[in-house]
């Protein structure tokens, strides 16, 4: 009830501040006799690693994920699967300044207000840093939907947007450049604009767009808990996500039924796929696309003025190591939770 | 799990087809105490109807909402509260040509995947006619919810758009028009247009926006559970909703963190709102806002191609009673569902 | 979280007051494609129904079920089951005399003092009346599970015990008898008993007994939902019902580990069945067996002295149609409960 | 779902294995701002500890728990608590014997069956010791509970039992022996009983009484959720157990309502309490006490014969470092277990 947890039949719990001792998680629910790669797993914990690249923290953090359980002789044994990712760099002295301050657009003012109190370290429970414990189970997750093909990749930075849908990129070159942008003339283009964004001290938003491919027909569940709300939701409880969209979103708002609907091939596929994979909730075999908006983030290396605690104006310098654009690193946590939405609607339809 | 149920400890449980014999639903953990107007809900299913008004379906459905228990005495007892609402202009026979076929971008083919057959008349469970429940649920949350006020209202039919924030707009003309469009010139537009469409057969697409006021501070709970992840899984959960955004959504992600930042007044509201009334997933007292993009209607009175059961190619001709385009009508499920997340994160955050 | 569902893929939540208009209830996560045989769920209502022997309350109530949804040409859908059984028989000015009293043993005041007003009419939601809804439930849990045989029986009666375990049993005479006891000559005594303890306008207690034939191997999970603990759960959320044991129950505390131990056969069956068809949680493929104690009913046809809501003494007079013992009826409802217990874990069960 | 998460409001979910390099845990929804005492948490894991005492297994384990999160400056934070108990002692190699048979009356055979294959280690996640983190999470129960006072005591050891009801027992003197008996005459027999089983290679049964004193009147939920059908569950699912009774217990099943009727003071409080502070499910502010069967440990160090994986019969020498009778250790477990019942059933009340 308390939100730390996500997934009905496969489930992961996450606990961890941004500068305790450690943040973990629990996984139950994840079937047997799964082979499990470890470091397949710790692979996609290095694509959300800070310091990988000259476009996101500068801030050095090996996020090193440690098993505890449920896992025998290199399979996946159905026993909740515990670990642990040690917090090896912090540096609660850098954050003393904001003890008593509420930075605006963080969550030191409601967690206060929530809780009577807060780990002011970094952000603690509301950091981003938690994000590393989903892209764990993400990780897991994917290695049980073999065969399901799910990736993300920066559709916007700023204004600068890719023109094209997801049909017309070559997704096998995403990882090519280090804003995880498949077409590599909007990443360059991304990349200088993401650099000067960040010699101003400022930051900016963006968009991750992810599609999924050879879903199974049948996942997702009637009414309410359909298979685009979970990923909605899931998508949205990423720290900065503003808004969401699948299939013809937005755009599908404007549109008339008769351009809408998808006409049905006799194999059950569909002409189109305005409908974006999913009809009544449940996947219907075509591919899956949506798109994620993260705002910028609120963390600026500039003077700002702000409120303490009691109510009284103060002057703060924002500073520290922090992404000026978080879309680029957000790709793999985009992924991760796609991944555990999957792996729990896969499992639930196992029922019927 | 099998998706028919939603919220925690306000928990909303729903069933029935469009054409069986009743729809109907259990409220389990509605606070004991409550005077409950009882036709304050029925008010709340007019205003969701089939007839209500020239724009919208005419199929005739009084939606009679009745109480087997939970009240007592005109108080909300804290058992749970079971209601039916009867169908009572159920055509089955309308329906039969649907029988063996599946209509495009409807729920047709993939219930009939995933649970091997289907109640076929007019969409069975996939039906909106489902959501007279949710507004029966919701308009019990709003009692719950003293002194929060919810309003939502069309922002567009199609690309016809509201051009305002909704703080430049008079949210008390929603309903004196039939769109519920605040902006009486831009609802009368939308009206000739929406009746245009129908009279080609065809439906389009619209937005519905919302605006939450009076939220105390504290709601939400961090992570998984956040406050607007939760609302946009409300929403997308509605039927023919593409896409969900928050505060400064999609258009948010184009901006610089030095806009975007919401500074904080002496009294710890905030002197923009970009953050849509939520910071970390927790409310912060400031208006909460967000826009809901309806697709067109699949059903259109048109002759069209699909298959049937066996793949074989069909001809088939839309017929019956359909809403040319649903956003009038969405407007009080929007808000009933916003007022279950609410309510359901009101008695949660009693635990702290 | 307010109590009025069970189980987690097979889902129950029931409401419904002894003396509203309507008891009833929501089965989320049956599977499609089941034929329903709606007369043997009827049949299960009416071996719970008041009025049915001589040794039970004289109250007559039909306890038709009428189901509105989840059921299409005779099968089930995989889509919410909600049913409705009337109360046709209240008589709510037999109650009015406890309006302002609390009964000793019942729930009136512990309800007052948890919500803060209560239903008094006849127990309202805490009246046993309750469970019809459960054995509705239980009687289509058990058509799920197809070759799986559920079979309950009254062991004793006060002090008067069946000597013999169930293996010496004929259960196929269980309800050859109004008492439901399987030995003839037993049951024949306890009918007296019972008919005794009426005459003096008391009650007197009993346990009920279960036996579960043809469970498959793998039914409960590990930890915290062992096999046992959710049937122990189920039993002790009947009314009335004080004590739950299973295999060797409390005699095994006294039992050495070398008599105890149940050594295997080559097929992996066991010599002995002391681990009651469950190891650590699991289901082992033996037959599972329990006891569940019931406490006399509370309601005396006598004379009592007891407090008002202002906590004067007040003296009152039992009157009303109560059962003498409520064993012979709560043997179709342990047997409910055990069916939605089984269908549950066998759902949960195919997710490995 | 699968098993490893106990509690709705106050959360906790385990995971690990007898010989893996750790156990752990989360505890989700535990209040803010509570001064932890993380000795007093230690404590109750020495009062589970191996080796603690000469009647218990003298395997060394020190059972140390360290937190990672959800504690700052010595209080909650409302944030998730993850904490770790390491294993230090595992020797795996004493393992080895039973990799490929079934041990009688362990969970080797329902665990291969059900997930197809199993860590062999010392029971692996079937091992009792697991509880050592419902210890940990129970500890901490506790100090949510402040003023609620839970003892528990061996009241039985194999056909050894006090004949006393606890309200006769001197409940200060359980800690002043090692076998957790408040007689200390009873307990020097029990401890002899136990060093004569255990000379033998043999086990033994037992029962752990518990008594809750000073429960606030309003705890539990109806119907499915009431306080006792959770306290059952809580206990059943504790490793070895095989029955539960609270208030008269099975014993009440053999009383006239008459004599079992719990007439009431002027003052709500009842003259007599066979029904354990418990009426309708929810508490009545009268102490609450329960007993727990535990059968004799399965770990003989003797000889037998069992079958392997393949059907064939083997011959097996029990060895390695077991209790001789589990209630002595018990005791803080099921003290746990009735904790984390009551903080959960106390945040869920605060809604109401």
Redesign the interface.
């Known amino acids: ?6 997934g ?2 496969f ?1 992961l ?5 941004s500068h ?7 996984i ?2 994840c ?3 799964i082979d499990l790669d470890v470091e397949a797993v710790q692979n996609e914990l290095d694509r959300r690693r800070p310091g990988q690249s000259a476009i996101v923290t500068q801030r050095k953090e090996p996020d090193t994920v ?5 896992i ?1 002789e290199g ?1 996946t ?6 670990f ?1 990712i040690e917090n090896t760099n912090q540096k609660s002295n850098d954050y003393s300044h904001i003890k008593d301050s ?1 930075r ?4 030191d ?3 206060d ?7 002011y370290r970094g952000g ?3 950091s981003a840093r ?1 994000t590393a414990c989903r892209v764990v189970a993400g990780a897991i997750a994917k290695q049980v939907l073999k065969g399901i093909e799910i990736k993300a990749y920066v559709s ?1 930075v ?2 600068m947007a890719l023109d094209k849908p997801y049909t017309e990129l070559d997704l096998t070159q995403i990882e090519s450049n280090i804003v995880r942008c498949p077409d590599q003339g909007v990443a360059a283009q991304m990349e200088s604009y993401i650099k000067e ?1 960040r010699s101003k001290g ?6 991750v767009s992810c599609v999924i491919k050879n879903v199974p ?2 996942l ?7 298979l ?3 990923l ?3 998508m ?2 990423i720290n900065a996500v ?9 755009h ?17 596929t ?1 002409k189109t796929n ?3 994979g999913i ?6 075999g075509m591919d899956i696309y949506f798109s994620v ?8 290396i ?1 003077k ?4 303490d605690k009691s ?3 103060v002057e703060m310098q924002g500073k520290g190591r922090h992404d000026p654009c978080v879309v680029p690193r957000a790709v793999p946590i985009v992924e991760a939770m796609a991944a555990l939405v999957l792996a729990d609607f896969y ?6």
Chains 1, 2, 3, 4 share one sequence.
């Open positions: 009830m308390a939100g730390n947890s996500f009905k039949l489930n719990t996450t606990y961890g501040e305790g001792p450690a943040l973990g998680g629990v139950d629910g079937p047997p006799g440690k098993f505890h359980s449920g025998f399979k044994t159905g026993t909740p699967i515990g642990v509420y605006p657009s963080h969550a003012y409601t967690y207000q929530k809780y009577g109190l807060r780990d603690g429970r509301s938690e916007s700023g204004t964004v400022d930051t900016v938003g963006g968009v027909v049948g997702g569940e009637p009414v309410f808990d359909k685009h709300a979970e909605g939701k899931a949205l409880s503003k808004g969401f969209e699948y299939g013809s979103g937005f599908g708002s404007t549109m008339y039924g008769s351009e809408h609907n998808d006409a049905f091939n006799t194999d059950g569909t305005y409908s974006g009809q009544g909730g449940i996947s219907n908006a993260f705002k910028p983030v609120a963390t600026l500039q700002y003025e702000t409120i109510g009284n104006r499992l639930i339809n196992k029922m019927y």
